[in-house]
């Protein structure tokens, strides 16, 4: 029950912040009433002698418990007084991770029906298409979701 990605990498982002401002003692209760951490977690983090050490207990324990617990986080970040800014810095960086993800879409090569086209098209990302067309004669691609044009492609 790993967490994903794309919250793994957040938190290593904001680590330094939260290394910082948070205090462990007040969202270990938290995070133990919403059963994301055990009472032996815990224990493992009060057990550290500064309250830097009680974070990053506490940042290696979350990663292992699922998106559940990323969710718990940032709710109690959310309603915790003096820790909202870390909320606030968190979405920060998910809006910023979500504008640079590229995962990759789809990839489509319609069949051969006898006209001569054969275009593939491989989309990266939500911003970058390559299109391929291989015609004989003349070719169109309109209503280009990009740029809002049509294109004319032709072969001589």
């Known amino acids: 029950m790993s967490m994903t990605t794309k919250h793994r990498e957040i938190l290593l ?10 205090d462990a003692d007040d969202i270990v209760p ?5 059963m994301i951490i055990t009472s032996h977690d815990a224990a493992k983090v009060k057990a ?11 940042l290696d324990i ?5 998106d559940k ?7 109690c970040l959310k ?11 968190m979405k ?30 491989t ?8 299109l391929t067309i291989n015609a004989s004669g003349h070719s169109v691609v309109k209503n280009n979701s990009l740029t809002g044009q049509s294109n004319m492609f032709f072969n001589k």
């Open 13 to 22: 982002q904001v680590t330094p912040d939260l290394l910082n401002d948070l």
């Open 30 to 34: 938290h995070l133990l009433a919403d």
């Open 48 to 58: 550290e002698t500064t309250r830097r050490d009680k974070v990053s207990a506490l």
């Open 62 to 66: 979350i990663p292992t418990r699922g």
């Open 69 to 75: 617990a990323y969710g718990s986080f940032m709710e």
């Open 79 to 89: 309603k915790m007084e003096g820790s909202t800014h870390l909320y606030f810095t």
């Open 92 to 121: 920060k960086y998910e809006d910023t991770y979500q504008e640079q993800s590229c995962p990759i879409h789809e990839e489509y090569t319609p069949p051969n029906q006898g006209s001569g086209h054969s275009p593939t098209v």
């Open 123 to 130: 989309q990266h990302t939500q911003r970058d298409v390559n």
